[in-house]
């Protein structure tokens, strides 16, 4: 294992002064140590992989530095224009080192979504002309990987990347304590609240269908529905973060006369932003859209998002939104579901739901396979025997 204080002294020594990213789980001690060690202004969490990129790019403009874009690979979709219509030598030629997370390795366990993507990871970088080497075990193999990697992005003007097995890096031991957030004081959980939901929707609404987005959401929407007894018959959106709101949009466009709730999160929502001006645009009576913000990236190790320096509700009506509101405790998030899922609703309405950080440490992970999912949700949405 590589310490992670150690990886990032030897990038600062090797001129690697700017990060920008998307925090990932196997880059999480990386990411904790980056977030630590590094002045906000040199270190951007960024709202998309994308994003990160361009980042990246205006920091090379303004200073002829070869920055760092940190992602996992499920997030290479994100980077794909801008490394090749933005980044690539024959465009704008700009170096960059890509530090990747490999989900789903061949021959280690992981998830359906994670196999996929890390079976065609290497031939996708290979397909988009970025060098790329698999990060060593030790310090002294990373250093000399990083010095040589760094060249080549120099001398080709271009992007390279490093790919980051599972385990690669040990704990980060912070020096000082995490200072105290924002959200950490808040009164509820975000498991919580989705019981709140739940209760809500058998009460008022018990036809809908309900879409989870990717990550603890999905997963806690799932043990709450076998806590409560009842089918597991949502969409659970394992993969492609960000993209639940249109998946909730399409199905609430499909089957207008089925109530559609969404339950999102607040990374999910700023990665995609132009998702909710697409909801408020087509404005369907069905929808609920729930934003469930703990202002962190709590499935990949909690690192902060922008949210909490951000009035959703009021981004939201400005977006075009009919109805939307902020609540922070069980009672004012009961009265605003049954105000929401009441008779001639505003809709779409969205409910800006402020949530602690965390999750239990029993948390588990759906049984069903997403083929299964997908097939149950199908027939609840269509309102087909279950």
Not at 262 to 283: E, K, N, R, S
Not at 310 to 333: E, N
Not at 335 to 353: D, E, Q, R, Y
Request: aromatic share 4%; glycine share 10%.
């Amino acid at each position: 294992m590589i310490a992670p204080e150690a990886f990032v002294a030897a990038l600062s020594a090797a001129g690697v002064r700017f990060a920008a990213g998307v925090p990932d789980s196997l880059l999480k001690q990386l990411c904790a140590c980056i977030e630590a060690e590094l002045p906000r202004e040199r270190h951007v969490i960024a709202a998309n992989e994308g994003s990160a990129v361009g980042l990246a790019a205006g920091w090379h403009l303004a200073t002829g530095e070869v920055p760092l874009v940190y992602l996992q690979n499920s997030g290479l979709g994100n980077t794909i224009n801008p490394l090749v219509s933005l980044a690539d030598p024959d465009v704008y030629a700009l170096p960059m080192l890509l530090v990747i997370g490999w989900r789903g390795e061949p021959d280690v366990k992981d998830e359906p979504q994670h196999r996929r993507q890390g079976a065609i990871t290497p031939a996708l970088l290979d397909v988009l002309g970025v060098p790329t080497q698999v990060l060593g075990a030790d310090l002294e193999t990373a250093t000399t990987q990083l010095a040589g990697l760094l060249a080549t992005a120099r001398a080709r003007s271009g992007p390279v990347a490093l790919l980051v097995r599972k385990g690669a890096f040990s704990p980060y031991a912070r020096v000082e304590p995490e200072a105290p957030r924002p959200t950490d004081a808040l009164p509820m959980t975000r498991e919580a609240a989705i019981g709140r939901v739940l209760e809500a929707l058998a009460q008022h609404a018990p036809e809908a269908v309900v879409v989870g987005t990717t990550g603890m959401p999905s997963r806690e929407l799932y043990e709450q529905r076998g806590l409560r007894g009842e089918a597991t018959a949502d969409f659970y959106t394992v993969g492609s973060m960000g993209h639940a709101s249109q998946i909730a949009l399409g199905a609430a466009l499909g089957r207008p006369d089925r109530r559609v709730v969404l339950l999102d999160g607040d990374g999910a929502w700023l990665m995609h932003l132009g998702g909710a001006a697409t909801i408020a645009d087509l404005a369907p009576a069905n929808l609920l859209h729930v934003v469930l913000d703990n202002a962190a990236h709590d499935s990949v190790g909690g690192q902060p998002t922008t949210s909490v320096g951000v009035r959703i509700d009021a981004v939201s009506r400005a977006l075009g939104y009919p109805a939307a509101t902020t609540v922070q405790d069980a009672a004012a998030l009961d009265a605003a579901l049954a105000a929401a899922l009441a008779p001639g609703a505003a809709a779409p309405t969205l409910l800006h739901v402020r949530v602690r950080r965390g999750n239990r440490k029993d948390l588990g992970r759906p049984r069903t396979s997403p083929r299964e999912n997908k097939a149950g949700f199908e027939r609840r949405l269509r309102g087909e025997a279950e």
